[in-house]
């Protein structure tokens, strides 16, 4: 069974740093790409970017390059979304998802990883 | 890069049909047949309802169907019930954008 499991709600205070994670279980976790997505309160979807474990290729939406860094590290099937400076507007729920096997759409997500940015 | 266009709010009573509208261009609904429908409940993760246009993954009910004319997508619900009550985001690919990929800005679907 496919399943992606995220890290646990974190509180921050404005400027800190944060790193939450994306557990691939269940599939080849090379082979496909992992995307994360933003939620703001009470807001829509965003697409924030996306990697393919593989090679480590990586792709930001404009809205998001330079204010946040995907990696993974495939030795532990895991992807990374970072922050080196947290502000409050960075305040949402975060998302990964993967594709599912033969289509482009976004077939399997995590839980969720609500992050709380507040001094 | 823009968010595909949804209604904020659709309703309807249970048993009747609805439709969700998602409006982009040619560079990205018009121009492929990547779009896909997610339905989120409160404080759950999206759901995929539809993909490629107009394919439902396994598991998913027929009461979905999904179509396309132009720079526009629909997504539409049959016999309404009461659990398909939740916001509806539409998403394509897309040529505009280094991410390839975009949301619509959803939809609440209320069943009355």
């Known amino acids: 069974e496919v399943q992606l499991v995220q890290s646990g709600a974190e509180v921050k205070k404005p400027g800190e740093s944060l790193k939450i994670s994306c557990k691939g279980s269940?599939?080849?976790?090379?082979?496909?790409?992992i995307g994360w997505v933003r939620q703001m309160p009470g807001k829509g979807l965003e697409w924030m970017g996306i990697?393919?474990?593989?090679?480590?290729?990586?792709r930001y939406s404009p809205s998001f390059q330079g204010q946040v860094t995907i990696s993974a590290d495939k030795s532990i099937s895991t992807a990374y979304l970072q922050w080196s400076s947290l502000k409050a507007s960075d305040t949402a729920m975060y998302y990964c998802?993967?594709?599912?096997?033969?289509?482009?759409?976004?077939?399997?997500w995590g839980q969720g990883t609500l992050v709380t940015v507040s001094s | 890069q823009s968010a595909l266009t949804q209604p904020a709010s659709v309703s309807g009573s249970p048993g009747q049909s609805i439709t969700i509208s998602c409006t982009g261009t040619?560079?990205?609904?018009?121009?492929?047949?990547?779009v896909s429908w997610y339905q989120q409940h409160p404080g759950k993760a999206p759901k995929l309802m539809i993909y490629?246009?107009?394919k439902r993954p396994s598991g998913v009910s027929n009461r979905f169907s999904g179509s396309k004319s132009g720079n526009t997508a629909s997504l539409t619900i049959s016999g309404l019930q009461a659990e398909d009550e939740a916001d509806y985001y539409c998403?394509?690919?897309?040529?505009?954008?280094?991410?390839?990929?975009?949301f619509g800005g959803g939809t609440k679907l209320t069943v009355l």
């Open positions: 998403s394509s690919y897309t040529s505009s954008s280094t991410l390839n990929w975009v």
């Open positions: 998802a993967r594709p599912g096997t033969g289509t482009t759409a976004w077939d399997y």
């Open positions: 490629d246009v107009s």
């Open positions: 990697i393919y474990p593989g090679d480590s290729d990586t």
């Open positions: 040619s560079s990205d609904v018009g121009g492929y047949n990547y």
């Open positions: 269940g599939y080849s976790f090379t082979s496909y790409w």
